[in-house]
C-alpha cells in the first residue's frame, strides 16, 4: 500500500500557537510562561550545560506542516535570561492540494539576553506551498544567533522541487533600526533555482545569522570562520555588516551544512555569548 500524505488527506488544518518566555532568576534562566494551543509543545526545560542556559525543544506532533496549517511560534528572552531552541528532528512541508501553509517565528530579546535559535533542517517536497516569516526584535545589547537549513525535495528519492511555491521573509531590528532584511519568493519553475545568480542547481541552502555588537569583534572572528570549511565542499561564504555576521551553504548535503554551522557556532559562541559550544543532545537521535 502506497502512503498518503498528510497533505492529501480529509483532515482539519491545524491552526497552532506556542508562546514562551524565558526570564533568568538569579544566575538562571527559566521558563517562567509556556502557553500553546493546537499541536506546538515544549515538554519541559532542559539544562544540559547548568542553570544559566534553558534549553526549550519545540515539538510538532504531526510531524510536517501540510496546505492550510498555520503555526506560530512567540519567544520572549527578559533581560539578562539565556534562551536555546531547537528541534528533535527534520521539518517537513508537506504537498499541497492548493492552499498555502505558513510558519511565523516571533521572537524578542532584552537588553542583556540570549536568544539561539538552532533547529535541525527543513525540508520543502515538491509541491509544497510554504510561507515562513521569521522576526528577531533586539533591545540594547541583546544576542541573537540563529540558522536555518532548506531542502528543496527530498533529494535522497530522486525529488526535486518542481512545483509549488516557498516564499521566505526574515527582519532583525535592534532599537527600531534594521540589522537584517530579506524576503525572497520561489516557484517550483523558477530560473533562480538554476540561474548562477541564485540556487544555481543546489538542492540545499543555508544561512546562519549571529549579531555583534562591537566593531572590535569582526575581524579576528571572520577569519576564524573563514578557516572553516564544509565538509562536503560545497559553495560556501561568510561576510560581517555593521552588525551582523552571515555565512551562507549552498549545495546538496543538508548534513553537511549543518555540520558546518555547529562548526561556526562551535567559535562564534563563546566570542559571542560567552560560553563554550555544547551541541544538544537531540541533534545525535
Given at each position: 500500500m502506497i502512503p498518503v500524505e498528510p497533505a492529501l488527506m480529509n483532515a482539519a488544518h491545524w491552526q497552532a500557537d506556542l508562546s514562551l518566555e524565558f526570564s533568568a532568576?538569579?544566575?538562571?534562566?527559566?521558563l517562567s510562561d509556556c502557553r500553546h494551543h493546537g499541536p506546538l509543545r515544549v515538554q519541559k526545560a532542559l539544562y544540559?550545560?547548568?542553570?544559566?542556559?534553558?534549553q526549550a525543544i519545540v515539538l510538532h506532533p504531526p510531524s510536517g506542516i501540510a496546505g492550510g496549517d498555520h503555526l506560530r511560534i512567540v519567544a520572549r528572552v527578559t533581560?539578562?535570561?539565556?534562551a536555546q531552541l531547537t528541534t528533535p528532528g527534520a521539518g517537513k512541508?508537506?504537498?499541497s492540494a492548493g492552499d498555502d501553509a505558513s510558519q511565523t517565528l516571533d521572537f524578542s530579546v532584552r537588553d542583556g539576553a540570549i536568544l539561539e535559535w538552532l533547529p535541525q533542517e527543513t525540508i520543502i517536497f515538491d509541491g509544497a506551498r510554504s510561507r515562513m516569516q521569521t522576526r528577531v526584535v533586539l533591545t540594547g545589547g541583546a544576542r541573537y544567533l540563529g540558522w536555518e537549513i532548506l531542502c528543496l525535495g527530498r533529494s535522497a528519492s530522486g525529488e526535486r522541487f518542481t512545483?509549488?511555491?516557498?516564499?521566505?521573509?526574515t527582519r532583525i531590528e535592534r532599537e527600531g533600526n534594521v540589522v537584517w532584511l530579506e524576503r525572497g519568493q520561489l516557484a517550483g519553475d523558477d530560473p533562480l533555482l538554476v540561474s548562477p545568480t541564485g540556487w544555481a542547481g543546489a538542492s540545499v541552502g543555508g544561512t546562519l545569522l549571529a549579531t555583534l555588537v562591537s566593531r572590535d569583534e569582526v575581524g579576528p572572528l571572520l577569519?576564524?570562520?573563514?578557516t572553516i570549511a564544509p565538509p562536503d565542499g560545497a559553495d560556501h561564504a561568510l561576510t560581517a555588516l555593521p552588525n551582523l555576521l552571515v555565512a551562507r551553504y549552498l549545495g546538496h548535503n543538508s548534513e553537511a551544512a549543518r555540520l558546518w554551522f555547529v562548526s561556526l557556532w562551535q567559535?562564534?559562541?563563546p566570542a559571542l555569548l560567552g560560553r563554550a559550544a555544547v551541541p544538544a543532545r537531540i541533534w545525535n537521535t
Open positions: 532568576r538569579g544566575m538562571a534562566t527559566i544540559p550545560e547548568g542553570e544559566a542556559v534553558c533581560e539578562s535570561a539565556h512541508w508537506y504537498r512545483h509549488g511555491l516557498i516564499a521566505l521573509h577569519e576564524a570562520c573563514r567559535v562564534l559562541r
